[in-house]
């Protein structure tokens, strides 16, 4: 299949929509690798750029720009990121290639492309965050070029991204230790509008970086409430903490993988709530059962089948907080509701981790406590 630059004739249906694919940093890392090599073993510019991407998609890319500069040749490509909510969007990524002695075809970052600065992400410390499979795809389409041109020596090839620094405070770069710009990424090289499993693959990311730095025990919040209450009310250090969005499950599942010891999750009752009737992706789409469980444990601590109406009628949990109160069942009940957060999250590591688990309110502070949250808490405390 071939596609344009629109990719026009390539989408998802999402909500009665049609949503465009768009393609990586990392196609376009290598569509300018190979233009650019095209005109310094050539002498000709391209036109268009023609690449396959490991996805299988052939893409048919125009170069912005390609032209020389002394010793190197110089393309660059404008990247879509099609429907998907990406800040790299519209970025123009550029390649430098120069001829070098020797037969290997040597691939570095310069202006905008971020250095990993800690161990455990795909690239060791030092090296440039240009991932695998587009250093993969760079070097065959460098490869391809010099075959086709007769050419028997060897390439350097730097790629720049101007923006990236810009960019990279609005990634997880700066979190995952990956300085002075974006990372060049992308496994199909294809871009999936609104792609679940591109945010859990952050996430992995940056559990095998926590776990690669030596820690053994973490801490999960859903987002930034979470960061917000560890930051006011716990002693526990931020930067030993990962953001699991609303994937609880997968995170456990990933931790486990690690071979992790344990985690802690400090969460907002509106998003854990849920996990006490098994709901291991809290997005709304998924279920909405809050209101559900806080009548039916209401009613376990005593309450009247007309207060857990009221609770069942209720949008928001501090609506429901507020009438548990008034019905003086709010702590009895609250316990219970940790019970089942407890047996949950326990049940979905088969006992492979120690998990403990904090519940607040933004209005009313801690709500409950896991019965070994302080013992998952002191080992947290132990890492920093």
Not at 119 to 133: D, H, K, S
Request: one cysteine or more.
């Amino acid at each position: 299949m071939e596609i344009g630059t629109g990719l026009e004739r390539l989408y998802v249906q999402k909500n009665n929509k049609k949503l465009a694919y768009g393609y990586t940093t990392g196609s376009c890392a290598a569509a300018a690798a190979q233009g650019a090599s095209n005109l310094l073993l050539t002498g000709k510019a391209p036109e268009e750029i023609c690449l396959m991407t490991p996805k299988g998609i052939r893409l048919r890319l125009k170069p912005e720009c390609c032209c020389r500069d002394g010793e190197w040749a110089v393309c660059a490509v404008r990247k879509d990121s099609g429907d998907d909510p990406d800040v790299t969007h519209g970025i123009l990524v550029y390649a430098r290639v120069r001829q070098i002695d020797g037969h290997e075809i040597e691939i570095d970052g310069g202006l905008g492309v971020g250095r990993v600065t800690r161990p455990g992400l795909e690239q060791p410390v030092g090296a440039a965050a240009i991932n695998r499979v587009p250093r993969q795809m760079i070097r065959e389409a460098a490869k391809n070029v010099c075959e086709e041109a007769g050419y028997p020596d060897g390439l350097q090839i730097l790629i720049e991204i101007p923006q990236g620094r810009e960019l990279a405070e609005k990634t997880f770069n700066p979190r995952l230790g990956i300085e002075g710009g974006i990372s060049v990424l992308g496994t199909s090289g294809i871009v999936e509008p609104m792609s679940e499993a591109a945010l859990i693959s952050s996430i992995q990311v940056e559990l095998r970086m926590r776990s690669a730095s030596g820690l053994r025990y973490l801490v999960v919040t859903p987002g930034n409430y979470g960061a917000d209450y560890i930051r006011e009310h716990l002693d526990l250090n931020l930067d030993q903490a990962v953001k699991c969005s609303n994937y609880v499950g997968e995170t456990i599942d990933m931790a486990v993988d690690l071979g992790l010891d344990g985690l802690l999750f400090i969460s907002h009752i509106g998003k854990f709530v849920k996990v006490a009737g098994g709901i291991m992706n809290t997005h709304s789409r998924w279920a909405d059962c809050r209101m559900e469980i806080l009548a039916s444990h209401s009613i376990l601590s005593g309450c009247s089948a007309d207060t857990a109406g009221r609770i069942l009628g209720c949008l928001t949990t501090d609506e429901a907080l507020d009438i548990m109160e008034k019905a003086g069942i709010l702590e009895k009940a609250m316990k219970t509701v940790m019970e089942k957060i407890s047996q949950s999250l326990e049940r979905r590591s088969y006992g492979k981790l120690e998990i403990g688990a904090l519940v607040f309110s933004k209005e009313r502070g801690e709500l409950g406590r896991t019965e070994n949250f302080e013992k998952v808490f002191s080992q947290c405390r132990r890492q920093v």
